[in-house]
């Protein structure tokens, strides 16, 4: 990030400088045992100590209508930390209580994926089948956008319960039970509707097969409602509190590297305005020792040879550079879900 074009230093032209350093130099100033600069020197510093101090203000400025940005962002990433370390910890003691690792089958997010894809394959058959028994187009898309949304979420919170709060050994029974019952019944019901709709599509009607065609609807139901039933199962572990701890510590860590990201740009944009500041005081220093190398080499031409005052020998500083911002860095992450322990974190680093 640029900082904006100062005036600069309101230095001397180089001829005025020549000249005063011969004159000084002839007069023999600054005295030979002079530890401290020459009247004329201290117009050179002065000049460049205010250049400095006006980048500095500009700098300032600039980080201050950052600060704002990077500070919010800093105090919710570390309070992000502190609830992901505390999850963290009770996760792996839980684990150790139960004496095993997590048992999930299905990956979170692709449970999601599947329920999701449930939802969108059932709409448009239900409005199929709406529509072959002659409902209003309205209420067609009605009732088949409810069924598409509380049918798999439904599904899924039973099967939450079911993996959660039943023993094992029954819930395996009726997973057994219910997976191969379900599918071949929806099979049937497919084939029954497929034929149906073939036969009766053209006169809009279903006559004396309306009564199949409900049963035939409900077995195809209950296959999205199994399905997402059945995702959900294998998308959870059998411990309710180790996969409720399981499922917090995965959304607190992708919370915190979303946060993580964007602090770290923020952090990002703060260091280039720090860096184009002090680039900016390097260089006008720079140019003030210069411009005192030009008077020194003058005063010592018209000193004709004599040894050149103490002052001569100190570089020129900057108190403000002396003090200027340090460069941001990102606080130390907690460890991820994988790792064994917890990993404390790192102070706040903004001043």
């Given at each position: 990030?640029?900082?904006?074009?100062?005036?600069?230093?309101?230095?001397?032209?180089?001829?005025?400088?020549?000249?005063?350093?011969?004159?000084?130099?002839?007069?023999?100033?600054?005295?030979?045992?002079?530890?401290?600069?020459?009247?004329?020197?201290?117009?050179?510093?002065?000049?460049?100590?205010?250049?400095?101090?006006?980048?500095?203000?500009?700098?300032?400025?600039?980080?201050?209508?950052?600060?704002?940005?990077?500070?919010?962002?800093?105090?919710?990433?570390?309070?992000?930390?502190?609830?992901?370390?505390?999850?963290?910890?009770?996760?792996?003691?839980?684990?150790?209580?139960?004496?095993?690792?997590?048992?999930?089958?299905?990956?979170?997010?692709?449970?999601?994926?599947?329920?999701?894809?449930?939802?969108?394959?059932?709409?448009?058959?239900?409005?199929?089948?709406?529509?072959?028994?002659?409902?209003?187009?309205?209420?067609?898309?009605?009732?088949?956008?409810?069924?598409?949304l509380t049918l798999p979420l439904i599904g899924v919170f039973l099967g939450l319960q079911v993996r959660t709060l039943v023993r094992p050994?029954?819930?395996?029974?009726?997973?057994?039970?219910?997976?191969?019952?379900?599918?071949?019944?929806?099979?049937?019901?497919?084939?029954?509707?497929?034929?149906?709709?073939?036969?009766?599509?053209?006169?809009?009607?279903?006559?004396?097969?309306?009564?199949?065609?409900?049963?035939?609807?409900?077995?195809?139901?209950?296959?999205?409602?199994?399905?997402?039933?059945?995702?959900?199962?294998?998308?959870?572990?059998?411990?309710?509190?180790?996969?409720?701890?399981?499922?917090?510590?995965?959304?607190?860590?992708?919370?915190?590297?979303?946060?993580?990201?964007?602090?770290?740009?923020?952090?990002?944009?703060?260091?280039?305005?720090?860096?184009?500041?002090?680039?900016?005081?390097?260089?006008?220093?720079?140019?003030?020792?210069?411009?005192?190398?030009?008077?020194?080499?003058?005063n010592m031409a018209g000193r004709r040879g004599t040894v050149s005052p103490p002052s001569f020998s100190k570089k020129p500083a900057s108190?403000?550079?002396?003090?200027?911002?340090?460069?941001?860095?990102?606080?130390?992450?907690?460890?991820?879900?994988?790792?064994?322990?917890?990993?404390?974190?790192?102070?706040?680093?903004?001043?």
């Open positions: 990030m640029r900082m904006p074009a100062s005036k600069g230093p309101n230095f001397p032209d180089d001829e005025t400088i020549r000249q005063a350093g011969q004159a000084d130099g002839s007069a023999g100033l600054p005295s030979g045992s002079s530890y401290e600069p020459g009247p004329f020197e201290r117009t050179i510093l002065a000049a460049g100590e205010a250049a400095i101090s006006e980048v500095y203000a500009q700098t300032a400025l600039r980080l201050s209508r950052l600060e704002g940005i990077s500070s919010n962002l800093y105090d919710a990433y570390d309070s992000n930390q502190h609830r992901f370390r505390e999850t963290l910890l009770r996760y792996h003691k839980r684990k150790e209580f139960v004496g095993r690792d997590e048992i999930i089958p299905v990956p979170y997010a692709l449970h999601w994926l599947i329920v999701f894809l449930l939802g969108v394959g059932e709409f448009p058959l239900n409005v199929v089948v709406f529509r072959m028994f002659g409902e209003p187009e309205l209420m067609t898309y009605v009732m088949s956008l409810t069924l598409s050994k029954i819930a395996t029974l009726i997973m057994t039970v219910l997976a191969p019952g379900t599918v071949l019944g929806a099979l049937t019901a497919l084939s029954f509707i497929r034929n149906m709709y073939v036969t009766l599509h053209s006169e809009h009607r279903l006559g004396d097969a309306s009564g199949n065609m409900v049963y035939a609807m409900f077995a195809i139901n209950l296959l999205i409602f199994i399905g997402a039933f059945m995702v959900s199962f294998f998308a959870h572990d059998q411990d309710e509190e180790l996969d409720a701890l399981h499922v917090s510590v995965l959304r607190l860590e992708k919370k915190r590297t979303n946060l993580r990201n964007r602090l770290s740009r923020a952090i990002s944009r703060t260091n280039a305005v720090i860096r184009g500041g002090r680039a900016e005081a390097d260089r006008i220093l720079s140019q003030t020792s210069a411009r005192l190398s030009l008077y020194r080499q003058a108190e403000i550079l002396n003090r200027w911002w340090p460069d941001l860095s990102l606080p130390e992450a907690a460890e991820s879900v994988t790792a064994a322990r917890p990993i404390p974190v790192k102070g706040k680093e903004f001043a």
